[in-house]
C-alpha cells in the first residue's frame, strides 16, 4: 500500500520560510517522477516543483529562486524548502509520485500553507 504523508506546513509571515516534508511508502522515491502540486481556494491545482527520475528539476515561474525541491533517498522522502514567502504562496500543498511510465500516480493529503501578516 502506498502511503505520501506531508507534513511542514503552517502559518508564517510574508519573507517568512517553510520545510515542507513527504514521507513515502510503498514506493521508492527515487523510481518516481515527484512533485509538489498546491491548490488555492476556487483555483486549480497546480504545479510547484518537480524532480524527474533522471534528476532534472522544474519549477513554476512564481516560486524559481525562491522554492528548493530535493530528497533524502535513504530516508525516501523528499523535500519542499520555501523563502521569501508571499500571502499569493498561501494554499494547500500536495505531494505527488508519478511513475515516468505513467502506470502509476499517488497524491499525499495536502498540508496547509497559510502566509499572511
Known amino acids: 500500500q502506498v502511503q505520501l504523508v506531508e507534513s511542514g506546513g503552517g502559518s508564517v509571515q510574508p519573507g517568512g520560510s517553510l520545510r515542507l516534508s513527504c514521507a513515502a511508502s510503498?514506493?521508492?522515491?527515487?523510481?518516481?517522477?515527484m512533485g509538489w502540486y498546491r491548490q488555492a481556494p476556487g483555483k486549480e491545482r497546480d504545479m510547484v516543483a518537480i524532480?524527474?527520475?533522471?534528476?532534472?528539476?522544474t519549477y513554476a515561474s512564481s516560486v524559481k529562486g525562491r522554492f528548493t525541491i530535493f530528497r533524502d533517498d535513504a530516508k525516501n522522502t523528499q523535500y519542499l524548502q520555501m523563502n521569501s514567502l508571499e500571502p499569493e504562496d498561501t494554499a494547500l500543498y500536495y505531494c505527488n509520485a508519478h511513475h515516468w511510465t505513467g502506470r502509476d500516480d499517488y497524491w499525499g493529503q495536502g498540508t496547509q500553507v497559510t502566509v499572511s501578516s
Open positions: 510503498g514506493l521508492t522515491v527515487s523510481s518516481y517522477d
Open positions: 524532480t524527474s527520475v533522471g534528476g532534472k528539476k
